[in-house]
């Protein structure tokens, strides 16, 4: 006889925390059009523990230069966009969290000591 399979084994758990259709579409709409311009290069979407962050890049190895994350405070969202470790935007709409895009951003350069 076959042993007996446990579905919420396979479920997934309660609070967790994903982009829905209107949220992806929103963020592939800024990052189509910085990626047409040739800013970004590539993007990466990661759950962790209570949130969903959509991470933006310039070239596959480096780090995020932007980060969109999602968390649920109750039954609301918050939304926050982050620049290294600092943030930079805060929201309760995707929408104006993703405004900060809709300007011109410019990297700042970090000084280096010369060798």
């Known amino acids: 006889m076959n042993e007996p399979i446990r579905l919420s084994d396979y479920r997934r758990p309660k609070g967790s925390v ?6 992806l579409r929103r963020l592939l709409d800024v990052y189509s059009r910085r990626v047409m311009s040739g800013e970004w290069k590539d ?13 933006i890049f310039r070239h596959s ?5 932007f980060a969109i ?6 039954k609301r969202c918050a ?3 982050f620049s290294g470790p600092q943030k930079i935007r805060q929201s309760s709409t995707i929408e104006d ?3 900060i895009f809709d300007k011109k951003l410019h990297e700042i350069p970090t000084y280096r000591h010369p060798r």
Do not use: N, T
């Open 79 to 81: 939304y926050q966009v």
């Open 61 to 65: 190895f480096d780090s995020p230069l």
């Open 97 to 99: 969290a993703l405004s």
């Open 18 to 23: 994903y982009f829905d259709r209107h949220e």
């Open 69 to 74: 994350a999602k968390r649920r405070d109750g």
């Open 43 to 55: 993007y990466a979407i990661d759950h962790q523990s209570g949130r969903a962050i959509f991470s």
